[in-house]
C-alpha cells in the first residue's frame, strides 16, 4: 500500500516501527516508545494519565510519574507532528485510521475473509485472510515483552492470528485443499495441543485425504491428553465428528461451500451437517432481535431495576422478569431454587425458577455480599457482622451464623468445604459446612472480590494487583499468581479453563490451569462483573454497557451481545436459563487513583479512617470524599461546612444527638462500585474500633 505524504505507519505485529512518508521515523526509546505502543492499542481512544501510569509502571510508579508522562507525550508529538496527538481532558488521543496501523489493516482483512468466508467465497476468502497473515513479521509488541502493559496484549494478539490462520485452513478446506493442510494442521496441534477447532480441522483433512485411521488416531490422541492433563473429555462437537467420520457421512466431503466441523452443529435425518458460523449467527442475531421486539413476550429492554430476570439460552428470550429486595447483587443456584442477595435491605430472596417469582424473603442482617449453595445449605457472607450465615433450605431460616475474620465478601462451597474470602483482611477462610467450624484461614495478599473452585485448586482474584492468586485446595497454600486484565472481580471455572471477568478493561481471561498462562483476551464491554460456565458458552454481564455477553469458547470471542437496558450485576445458570440481578441504571460520581509521596516514615495507615499524622488530612480531602466537607474561602469567609456526597446538610437542633443523611443519587467509587450508606457505616464501626479521638474532629 502506498503511503500518503502526509501519513504515519506503524507496525506492532512484530518488533517496532514507525514510519514518515515512507522513511523510518525516529521516536525516542524506553519508556517513551512504551507510552507511544499503549496509544497504539488504542488508536482514536482517550487514554487517561492515570491508565498509562499504570500501564507503564504499575504498582511501581515514581513520584515523577506523571511529569515523566508530560514529557514523554510533548517528546512524542515533535516526533510525529501534525497535531496527531492530542490532549483531551486528562488523557490522550493518537489519532489515526485504521489503515496506518498494521494491527488495524490484520483486523479489517479478517473481518472481511470472515464474512467471505460465511458467503460461500473460500477462494476470495483464503487470499484475504492469507493477506492478513502475511502482515505479521513476527511476535507482536516483541520490543515491549518486559513492560507490564505488553502481557495481556501479546496473548490478545496472538489468539487473534491463530483465529485468523483457523479461518484461513477452514477456507482451504473447503477448496479442497485437504492434502497439502495435513503437515501443517500436525504443526500447529504440536504448539497447541488443546485447540479443539485445530484438531478437528485435521481429522478432516486426513479424512478427506483417504487416511480414516488416521483422522480417528489424531481424535484418540487429542482425547488422551484431555484426559491426562485436564480429567475431561473432548468437546460435543469433537466427538460428533469422531461419529460421523465412523459411518463415512457423505456430509464430510468436500463441500460446495465452506463448513466448519467445530462451529454450530446439528442433526437432520440423521446426517451430521456443518454451518458456516460467521453468516449464520448474524442471521440469528437479527431473528432474535425481531422476536423481542414483537409479539406478546417482552423485550429485554423491559428489565426492571432491583429485580432478577431470566433469559433462555436458546433465544435469547427474556421468560421470568422476578421483582425482588434493593440492590439485588449476588446469584446462585441450587436445591431447585435461585438465590439472591439484596445488599440495601440486607436480605436474601429465594427464587422458583418454574414458577418466576419469589417463595421466600429471608432477612440476614449485615450486609450481604456473596452467596453460594452447596453441602446442603445456602451460605451468606455478611460483611458487615463479620459472619457467614447458612440457611437451611427445607426451612428457609438461619440456622447457624459462624464468626469469621474480618468483612467476608465472596464464597464458593466446594464438597464439605466453604471457602470465604476477606477483602479486608486479603485472606481466604476455610469453613467445614458439616461441623460450621472454621478449619484455617490462609493469607493470600488479594481483595478477593471472586472465588471460584476447580482443577483441584481454589482460585482468587486481586484487582489491586491485576492477578489471579490460585490455592491448593487440599494443603491450604498458595501455590502460583497468574497476571490478568486490570481489576478483575468475577471468576468462574468450567471447561476446563478458569474465566476472569476484568472490570476496569472492559474484557474476560481465559486461563489454562495446566500451564497457569492466559491463553485468551477477549473484549466484552465496559464493566464486567458477574461471570458463569456451561458447555459451550460463557456468559458475562457487562454493568456498564448495560448488557449480557455471550462468549464461544472454541472461538474465544463474543458471539451474542444482549442489551438488558438496567445494570446487570451477578448471574448463574439454571437449565438453559441465564438468570441475573439487575439494579437501575444511571452514571454518576466517578473517582481515580491515590498516590501519597513522603520524604519521611509515614506512622500508620493512609487510609483516611485511621490516619493521625500531621498534615495528611488537609492534602487527602482534595481526593477523598465525605457526606460534608470544607469550603474553603479567602479573607473574612473563613472555612463554611457544605453537603459533598449528602444531598443536604440536616436542619440544627438543641441537643440532637440523631442526623439523617441522604446520598446523592448515583454516587460510584473509581471501580464503578454503587457507594451505599452502608459503607459509611461500615467506616463509622471500623473508627470506633480504632478508638479514634472523635473529639479531634470536633
Known amino acids: ?6 501519513t504515519l505507519e506503524f507496525r506492532i505485529l512484530g518488533p517496532f516501527e514507525a514510519f514518515m512518508r515512507g522513511e523510518r521515523l525516529e521516536v525516542g526509546a524506553g519508556k517513551q516508545r512504551a507510552l507511544l505502543a499503549v496509544l497504539l492499542l488504542r488508536p482514536g481512544e482517550v487514554v487517561s494519565s492515570d491508565r498509562l501510569i499504570d500501564a507503564l509502571w504499575e504498582e511501581h510508579a515514581p513520584a515523577s510519574a506523571l511529569n515523566s508522562v508530560h514529557i514523554y507525550v510533548s517528546q512524542l508529538r515533535k516526533a510525529l507532528g501534525n497535531g496527531h496527538l492530542e490532549t483531551r481532558g486528562r488523557g490522550y488521543l493518537l489519532a489515526l485510521e ?8 490484520f483486523e479489517r482483512l479478517l473481518g472481511e475473509g470472515r464474512e467471505l468466508l460465511a458467503a460461500g467465497e473460500a477462494g476470495r476468502a483464503a487470499e484475504t485472510l492469507r493477506a492478513a497473515l502475511a ?3 513476527g511476535s507482536p509488541l516483541s520490543d515491549f515483552a518486559s513492560e507490564p502493559f505488553a502481557h495481556g496484549e501479546i496473548a490478545r494478539l496472538g489468539e487473534l492470528r491463530l483465529a485468523a490462520l483457523e479461518e484461513r485452513v477452514e477456507a482451504d478446506l473447503a ?10 494442521l500436525e504443526a500447529l496441534i504440536r504448539e497447541h495441543p488443546l485447540r479443539e477447532r485445530l484438531r478437528a480441522q485435521l481429522m478432516l483433512a486426513l479424512y478427506r485425504s483417504g487416511r480414516q485411521a488416521e483422522a480417528l488416531a489424531a481424535y484418540q490422541q487429542g482425547r488422551r491428553m484431555l484426559a491426562e492433563e485436564l480429567g475431561l473429555e473432548p468437546g460435543r462437537r469433537l466427538r460428533e465428528l469422531e461419529a460421523a467420520i465412523l459411518r463415512q457421512d457423505a456430509q464430510l466431503d468436500t463441500p460446495s461451500r465452506p463448513t466448519d466441523p467445530l462451529r454450530r452443529v446439528r442433526r437432520r435425518s440423521g446426517i451430521l451437517i456443518a454451518i458456516g458460523a460467521v453468516l449464520l449467527l448474524t442471521a440469528a442475531t437479527a431473528v432474535a432481535g425481531i422476536e423481542l421486539a414483537g409479539g406478546d413476550d417482552p423485550g429485554l429492554s423491559s428489565v426492571s431495576a432491583n429485580s432478577v430476570a431470566a433469559i433462555d439460552a436458546g433465544s435469547n428470550r427474556l421468560v421470568a422478569d422476578v421483582p425482588v429486595g434493593n440492590g439485588p447483587t449476588s446469584v446462585a443456584v441450587g436445591e431447585g431454587s435461585v438465590w439472591v442477595t439484596n445488599a440495601l435491605d440486607r436480605s436474601v430472596s429465594r427464587i422458583d425458577p418454574r414458577a418466576s417469582g419469589v417463595v421466600q424473603r429471608i432477612d440476614v442482617g449485615g450486609d450481604p455480599s456473596g452467596i453460594a449453595v452447596g453441602a446442603g445449605g445456602v451460605w451468606v457472607a455478611n460483611s458487615l457482622d463479620n459472619t457467614v450465615l447458612r440457611i437451611d433450605p427445607q426451612t428457609n431460616r438461619e440456622v447457624q451464623p459462624i464468626p469469621v475474620r474480618v468483612s467476608p465478601t465472596a464464597l464458593a ?18 469453613i467445614d459446612a458439616v461441623t460450621g467450624r472454621v478449619v484455617d484461614t490462609i493469607p493470600t495478599g488479594s481483595l478477593g472480590r471472586g472465588i471460584a473452585v476447580g482443577a483441584g485448586s481454589v482460585w482468587i482474584t486481586d484487582g489491586s494487583s491485576r492477578r489471579v492468586v490460585r490455592i491448593d485446595s487440599r494443603r491450604g497454600t498458595v501455590v502460583e499468581t497468574v497476571g490478568v486484565g486490570n481489576g478483575p472481580t468475577g471468576i468462574a471455572f468450567g471447561g476446563g479453563s478458569v474465566w476472569v471477568a476484568n472490570s476496569l478493561d472492559g474484557t474476560v481471561s481465559r486461563i489454562d490451569p495446566g500451564t497457569n498462562h492466559v491463553t485468551a483476551l477477549i473484549p466484552v464491554g465496559e464493566g464486567p462483573n458477574g461471570i458463569a460456565v456451561e458447555a459451550g458458552a460463557v456468559w458475562v454481564s457487562s454493568e456498564f454497557s448495560e448488557a449480557i455477553a455471550r462468549i464461544d469458547p472454541a472461538e474465544n470471542q463474543v458471539v451474542e451481545q444482549i442489551t438488558i437496558a438496567n445494570r446487570p450485576k451477578g448471574l448463574a445458570l439454571y437449565e438453559n436459563q441465564v438468570w441475573l440481578a439487575v439494579q437501575a441504571s444511571g452514571a454518576g460520581h466517578r473517582g481515580g487513583r491515590l498516590i501519597v509521596a513522603a520524604n519521611g516514615w509515614i506512622q500508620g495507615s493512609i487510609d483516611p479512617t485511621y490516619m493521625s499524622w500531621g498534615g495528611t488530612v488537609a492534602s487527602l480531602s482534595t481526593v477523598y470524599d465525605g457526606l460534608i466537607g470544607p469550603a474553603r474561602r479567602g479573607g473574612s469567609e473563613g472555612m463554611q461546612i457544605v453537603p459533598n456526597l449528602a444531598e443536604s446538610l440536616p436542619l440544627p ?9 441522604r446520598l446523592r443519587h448515583g454516587i460510584r467509587y473509581s471501580d464503578g462500585t454503587l457507594v451505599k450508606a452502608s459503607d459509611f457505616r461500615r467506616a463509622f464501626e471500623r473508627a470506633l474500633r480504632a478508638n479514634l479521638p472523635w473529639e479531634w474532629y470536633g
Open 1 to 6: 500500500m502506498a503511503v500518503r505524504e502526509d
Open 413 to 430: 462451597v466446594d464438597g464439605r468445604t466453604v471457602w470465604v474470602t476477606s477483602a479486608e483482611e486479603r485472606s481466604v477462610t476455610r
Open 135 to 137: 502482515l505479521w513479521r
Open 653 to 661: 437542633a438543641a441537643g440532637a444527638t440523631r442526623w439523617a443523611f
Open 175 to 184: 477448496l479442497g485443499r485437504h492434502a497439502e493442510l495435513v503437515p501443517e
Open 98 to 105: 485504521p489503515h496506518q496501523l498494521d494491527l488495524g489493516r
